[in-house]
């Protein structure tokens, strides 16, 4: 098993069409949804997104949001 | 299908010519106006735009958006 | 008509030798002045620069500005 | 002893499959887990996370960090 | 005259040897000093700094300040 | 003399095995110790690392260091 190779990015491409929570740095806030897409840098296109903000919900739909902006990708628990 | 290949850029490209939302990382504040160009980095150029600041509505007209103080692009819904 | 290949630093290139107004990023101020040059990471060479910040103004001359702490770039109204 | 080309990557390198300590950038938190999965720009995929947050804890699982918003990995002492 | 290709980056390569004035990101800081060496990441390595912090003044010698968190680079009036 | 192809990273490189400085950007930390590698992007592995933060000495021994949330990077006077 050669672990060094194994990249990060990998993890998160096998997120892709499942659903995954994107916490934001410095702002409390994550965003819930389907993985539609992601990149080296960590961009990601969501859709069905719903913003988790100190107890309340918004719906955002699909969202594109620049991955050096966040600080966690986990899929959703 | 091949999700891993379809990147997020893809989906702002798909936006160029109509109304997207740019909410800029930080600030509470949102900028409103039609996609003219987009680039790899996400920098975005936009005409028509209003900045929509915790309810003041601010006309701007053409600018460029530095890509890496942008949280998310969506399509204006 | 094909946006996609037109990039948003063209736009900016169009603006060298014109005035323009410089948003930073988290800071509420603003620098105009004349746009000598700028590069792909949107650093900008400006001179007759004036700081706005808030109501006061100052003169700065020539500056250099790192490009990943600028909000957005727009000709000046 | 060629220290120059001794990169700080091999170091963090060393500690995939071991336990590790990241400290987020700005907000007094750490996260401690197994490091999984680490790449040149130190995005990190860690498992059996734990976020520790000013006394605070809270299990997270498996996540990946994005390496910009990291401020420090260390071996968990 | 061809402006577009004048970069920024030679604006502060011209300055190398002679005193320019730092301003750090978001921190209302300055540092003072002769530029030794700069690279295209507008990376700076100073001698004979001065930091300048609301009033106060501080020695701090030679030092290499990381470019992403410079604000401006201006020659010293 | 050529100023211009003498690189800031080459001043940090000839700090390698001596005792630096390490300012954190925005926390008015610094991180005192041993340099023991150092990267292109100023990521640094340090040992024997002392945290001072206002006052207080914490003893943090072996840390990696990413390189954008260095401010400056010092010999230790």
């Known amino acids: 098993m050669v672990n060094g190779i194994v990249l990060p990015i990998k993890k998160v491409f096998s997120l892709v069409d499942s659903r995954i929570t994107v916490e934001i740095k410095d702002e409390g806030r994550q965003l819930q949804g389907r ?43």
């Open 35 to 77: 993985l539609v897409a992601v990149d080296e840098y960590l961009n990601i296109h969501m859709d069905e997104t719903v913003e988790m903000n100190r107890g309340t919900r918004r719906n955002l739909g699909t969202v594109v949001i620049r991955g050096n902006n966040i600080l966690t990708i986990a899929p959703t628990a």
